[in-house]
C-alpha cells in the first residue's frame, strides 16, 4: 500500500542521483534527479506512482520549463556530459525538494499501511484451501 512515507524514498534517490550528477556532470542522473523528484510529487498529489519524466514534465506545474529540452538531448546520447546551467539546476532540484517536502504534508496518502488484517485472513485462506 501506499503511504505518505514514500515520499521519503523518492527524496533519497533523489539524493544519490544528485551526487553522482555533481561528480560526473552526465545528463542521464540529472534526469533521473529531476524523475524521482517529480515522481513523489506527483505520488503525493494523486495517489498514483507515474514514473515517466516527459508526462510528469507536462503535468507538474513546477517541472522546470527546460527540462523537455534536456530529455531530449539524453535521447539524442546515452551518456555525456550535461550543457546545463549547474546554479540554475542546484536551484530548481532545491525548489523540487520543497515542493515534495510540501506535498507530502498535504498529502491525502495514509501514514502507514493498512489491510494487514485482510491480507492475513486471504493467507490464511489461500493455505487451508491448498
Same mark, same amino acid.
Given at each position: 500500500?501506499l503511504t505518505?512515507?514514500? *515520499?521519503?524514498?523518492?527524496r !533519497?534517490?533523489?539524493? /544519490?542521483?544528485? @551526487?553522482?550528477f555533481e @561528480?560526473?556532470g552526465?545528463?542521464? #542522473?540529472?534526469?533521473?534527479t529531476?524523475? &524521482?523528484?517529480? /515522481?513523489?510529487?506527483?505520488?503525493?498529489? *494523486?495517489g $498514483?506512482? @507515474?514514473?515517466?519524466?516527459? /508526462?510528469l514534465?507536462? $503535468?507538474? #506545474?513546477? *517541472? %522546470?520549463?527546460?527540462? %523537455?529540452?534536456?530529455i531530449?538531448?539524453?535521447?539524442?546520447?546515452?551518456?555525456? !556530459?550535461?550543457? &546545463?546551467?549547474?546554479?540554475?539546476?542546484?536551484? +530548481?532540484?532545491e525548489?523540487?525538494? !520543497? &515542493?515534495?517536502?510540501? *506535498?507530502?504534508?498535504?498529502s491525502?496518502? %495514509? +501514514?502507514? %499501511?493498512?489491510?494487514?488484517?485482510a491480507?492475513?485472513?486471504?493467507?490464511? @485462506?489461500?493455505?487451508?484451501? !491448498?
Amino acid at each position: 500500500m501506499l503511504t505518505s512515507h514514500h *515520499a521519503h524514498h523518492y527524496r !533519497g534517490f533523489a539524493g /544519490t542521483q544528485w @551526487r553522482l550528477f555533481e @561528480r560526473n556532470g552526465e545528463l542521464k #542522473p540529472l534526469l533521473y534527479t529531476f524523475r &524521482v523528484l517529480l /515522481t513523489g510529487i506527483h505520488l503525493m498529489r *494523486a495517489g $498514483e506512482v @507515474r514514473a515517466h519524466l516527459p /508526462t510528469l514534465a507536462g $503535468e507538474v #506545474p513546477e *517541472a %522546470p520549463a527546460y527540462l %523537455p529540452e534536456l530529455i531530449d538531448a539524453k535521447a539524442e546520447r546515452e551518456h555525456g !556530459g550535461a550543457d &546545463v546551467d549547474h546554479d540554475r539546476v542546484r536551484d +530548481d532540484v532545491e525548489r523540487l525538494h !520543497g &515542493v515534495l517536502d510540501a *506535498a507530502q504534508a498535504a498529502s491525502g496518502l %495514509p +501514514d502507514a %499501511p493498512g489491510g494487514h488484517d485482510a491480507l492475513h485472513d486471504l493467507l490464511v @485462506r489461500v493455505r487451508l484451501e !491448498g
